[in-house]
Nanobody, 118 residues
C-alpha cells in the first residue's frame, strides 16, 4: 500500500503562499492518480486537487486559480503550490493515492498543518 510523507505547511498571512510536498513510497507512483486532501476542524476531509499520471489536473472549485498541483515521477513526489491563501484554507493537508474519483486508496500520512491568519 502507498505510504506518504507530507511537508511544507506552516503559518502564513492571508494573501501569502506555501508549497506543500509529498513523497510517496511506492513502485506504482508513476502510474497512479495522486492528490491532496484537506480537513478543517469540525469538517469532513475533502479532495482539493488531483493529478493523473499524465499530468491532467482537477481542482475543487474553492481553490481553482489559486492552487496548482504538480508531480515529479522521478522523485515519487507530488507538490501543491498554494497562492493567494485565505483564512478558510486553514486545515491539515494530506496527500494520498491512488485515487479513483474522489476516493483515496493509499495509507493516510500525518498530514501537514496550514494556518492562514487574517
Amino acid at each position: 500500500q502507498v505510504q506518504v510523507v507530507e511537508s511544507g505547511g506552516g503559518l502564513v498571512q492571508a494573501g501569502g503562499s506555501l508549497r506543500l510536498s509529498c513523497v510517496a513510497s511506492t513502485s506504482i507512483f508513476s502510474t497512479s492518480v495522486m492528490g491532496w486532501y484537506r480537513q478543517a476542524p469540525g469538517k469532513q476531509r475533502e479532495l482539493v486537487a488531483r493529478i493523473s499520471s499524465g499530468g491532467n489536473t482537477i481542482y475543487a472549485d474553492s481553490v481553482k486559480g489559486r492552487f496548482t498541483i504538480s508531480r515529479d515521477n522521478t522523485k515519487n513526489t507530488v507538490y501543491l503550490q498554494m497562492n493567494s491563501l485565505k483564512p478558510e484554507d486553514t486545515a491539515v493537508y494530506y496527500c494520498n493515492g491512488p485515487i479513483i474519483g474522489t476516493a483515496a486508496f493509499g495509507s493516510w500520512g500525518q498530514g501537514t498543518q496550514v494556518t492562514v491568519s487574517s
